[in-house]
Every structure is written in structure tokens, then in C-alpha cells.
């Protein structure tokens, strides 16, 4: 996993085995290896601000380093029961958001940690979880499963925390297939259902009545070509203005990996009416290299949006929605349509797993299964 400060003076590196790996972007550098960053493979870096940054790791803890003081960690924390794989940052709030395969979505008062560690307590739990994320704005958390479902949880307020235990997972609604082939995401209702199935998609608030706040929606995305036959969502990214989401997927078969964007329907800019109305519209796709099986892909989004960087075998593949490298918002199909690929990179020795485009400059990092990063300046 590569991670960027926000404002570009440090690179880091998140290692399969127990280091994180600092450089400087621009020089390509090697700045500092922490050697023991913890105790089993580092998943996830996240800054919090321009020196204080977090780390995920398969220990089970999330670890807060200062870049002033990088010979021990601020402290460990401690409260998830399995790996640790993403963390994201609320900075209306500073609450720190992890999630891990033990299910769980947790939050972290890092107002007032301490040596001992910091105030926490679960946020939300589902089973099969992969992946979380905040949009932009932090109005809305997305949850990938590897049984193929993708979690909303609306108008998100992280000081709450949820009563799951009676909720149950409902398959959405598919809509038919548009006519050159695409899909649409349907979403599943937003209430409880009727009859003897007392199952809600509604959370409450604790020792409280149901909440307008978090309010759930659970969808199977449509992955072309997987109709009937499943799908894990392995890897999770947001748009950049929080138009759309972005997702790595691979068949149950594990045969087949998929890059699908999906536009957000309330909230998207203008654009032509869509019949029926969902939450999600699948406007882009296109079929990935499944080199590297078993193995996570990270994507990412440019700083401005027009471009997804996919990891593509021993290399990466720059992709846009049009040929111009237009905005989403410019290159909305009335059908399902095809990414456009606008480059292609292979300067690794093994299968590339991570990328990330730098915040503020016109530069991408890759890493692979090997250990190298690779830093590009793109040029068009």
C-alpha cells in the first residue's frame, strides 16, 4: 500500500511483511525503513495531518507515528480481533475509522490519546467485510463484502454506534440489462420488510428509538459478464469530488477481475435521466488481466478525477472515460460504456498490487508483490 502526506514531503510504504518504508517523492529518495512498524504484514497508511500518520497491520493494531519522532510509535491501539486492512480520518470530528476481517468498524477518539492508546468503541459490524471507505465529505460510509455486496450507510454521523444484530443482509433488486450489455446497481429497499420477516435496514441509535442518521442500504452490484456467478469486491475507492465510487472485483471463480465505476445517483450532477432510479448506476467498466490471483489490486483515482490507475499485471494501465480525459460529469453514457485505456506501464519484475497519484503533483507511485516502487511523472 502507498500512502501520500498532504502536502508531498514524504512517500510511504506499506510492506507485506512488518516495515513501512518512507522516501521523498520528488528526489525518489529512500528516506527511513521502520524495520518493526509492528508484528505481521502492514496493510494501510492514512495521514492525519502534515506529520501525524496511522498504520493497519495483520497484528490487529493500528499504530499513530509522528514524521518529527520516527524511533517509536505515538502509541498502539488496540480493540479490533482480526487484520486490520483500512483506515480512514474524519477531520470534522478526528475520529479515526479502521476496519478489519474480524467484521468490525471502529472509531477512535484521537483527541485524547495517550501513550496508553485512545477512546474507542465499535461503530458498525457485517460479516464478509473487505473494505471501507468515507466519502469525501465524510456524509456517507461504503462497504465492500466478499460475498458481493456493496454497504451505504447514509447522512453518517460516527458518534453513534449501531445495534446490527437483527439486520440482515438483503439482495437487491437487478434491473435488465441495458441494450449494448451494460448494467445498472439496483438498490435494495430502505425499510423494513413486511410479513413475518421482522428484519430492519434501519439502524437505532443506542437506548434509543430508530435514527434518521446511518440509515442502510445494501446493493449487489452488477459486474458485467458475472450475472450468475458472484463476485468478491476486493478493493473500494472514492471519486475525488464524491461523484462516483470505484471498485476491483473478481468472480467467485476467481477468473475474471473487473474495474467498474459506479455513479452516485443522489447527489450526482445534472445529467440525463436514468430509468429506474437506484443509488448507483454502473457507467464505465472494463476487464482487468486476473494476473497475480488471490492477491488484491489496489486502484486509484487522479486528484482530479479524470484518471484511474490500475495495477494490470507487471505493470499499470492509465484509464479515462473518454479519449479527451474529460470529467466524469462530461462523460456520462445514457448506456453502460467501456473505460478508455490512455497508457500502458510495465516497469516491474512482479505483479503490481498498490497505486497512488500524488495529491499535489503530476506524479504516480506503484508498488508490487516484490517490494519495488516505481514514481512516473505522466506526460500527454
Not at 442500504?217 to 468478491?232: A, F, H, M, S, W
Not at 464505465?284 to 486502484?299: F, M, T
Not at 486528484?303 to 462523460?331: H, K, N, Q, T, W
Request: charged share 20%; hydrophobic share 30%.
Amino acid at each position: 500500500m502507498v500512502s501520500r502526506q498532504p502536502h508531498q514531503s514524504v512517500l510511504t510504504v506499506a510492506c507485506e511483511q512488518t516495515e513501512v518504508l518512507l522516501f521523498d517523492p520528488i528526489s525518489s529518495r529512500h528516506i527511513k525503513t521502520l524495520t518493526e512498524a509492528h508484528e505481521d504484514c502492514v496493510n494501510n497508511i492514512r495521514f492525519l495531518d502534515n506529520r501525524l500518520f496511522a498504520t493497519c497491520s495483520d497484528d490487529t493494531t493500528i499504530a499513530l507515528w509522528d514524521l518529527r519522532k520516527l524511533n517509536s510509535k505515538v502509541c498502539s491501539l488496540h480493540g479490533h480481533a482480526s487484520w486490520v486492512k483500512n483506515i480512514e480520518y474524519d477531520t470534522n470530528t478526528r475520529l479515526l475509522v479502521t476496519s478489519g476481517f474480524d467484521g468490525n468498524v471502529i472509531t477512535w477518539d484521537t483527541n485524547r490519546f495517550t501513550e496508553d492508546g485512545c477512546p474507542h468503541k465499535k461503530f458498525f459490524h457485517t460479516r464478509y467485510l473487505m473494505r471501507m471507505r468515507l466519502t469525501p465529505d465524510c456524509s456517507k460510509m461504503l462497504i465492500s463484502t466478499s460475498s458481493g455486496y456493496l454497504l451505504i450507510l447514509h447522512d453518517l454521523d460516527l458518534t453513534q454506534s449501531l445495534e446490527v444484530g437483527s439486520y440482515r443482509m438483503l439482495r437487491a433488486r437487478r434491473t435488465p440489462l441495458s441494450s449494448d450489455g451494460g448494467t445498472s446497481a439496483s438498490r435494495s429497499a430502505c425499510t423494513p420488510r413486511q410479513g413475518n420477516d421482522s428484519s430492519k435496514l434501519h439502524p437505532h441509535r443506542e437506548g434509543q428509538g430508530l435514527s434518521p442518521r446511518n440509515s442502510l442500504e445494501v446493493l449487489t452490484p452488477e459486474i458485467p459478464g458475472e450475472r450468475d456467478r458472484g463476485n468478491c469486491i476486493t478493493s473500494l475507492q472514492l471519486h475525488p469530488k464524491g461523484w462516483a465510487t470505484l471498485i476491483r472485483c473478481s468472480s467467485n471463480m476467481d477468473d475474471q477481475e473487473w474495474t467498474c465505476v459506479y455513479e452516485f445517483q443522489e447527489g450526482a450532477p445534472t445529467r440525463p435521466p436514468v430509468s429506474p432510479r437506484c443509488s448507483l448506476r454502473l457507467t464505465h467498466y472494463i476487464e482487468e488481466a486476473n494476473v497475480g490471483r488471490g492477491y488484491i489490486k489496489e486502484l486509484c483515482f487522479s486528484p482530479d478525477g479524470r484518471l484511474i490507475c490500475s495495477p494490470y499485471g507487471y505493470g499499470v494501465r492509465l484509464l479515462a472515460f473518454d479519449e479527451r480525459c474529460g470529467e466524469l460529469v462530461d462523460c456520462l453514457p445514457i448506456q453502460t460504456s467501456c473505460l478508455r485505456e490512455i497508457r500502458s506501464i510495465y516497469s516491474h519484475s512482479d505483479v503490481v498490487l498498490t497505486t497512488k497519484f500524488s495529491p499535489t503533483h503530476c506524479q504516480l507511485a506503484s508498488g508490487c508483490l516484490s517490494g519495488r516502487v516505481a514514481l512516473y511523472q505522466p506526460k500527454f
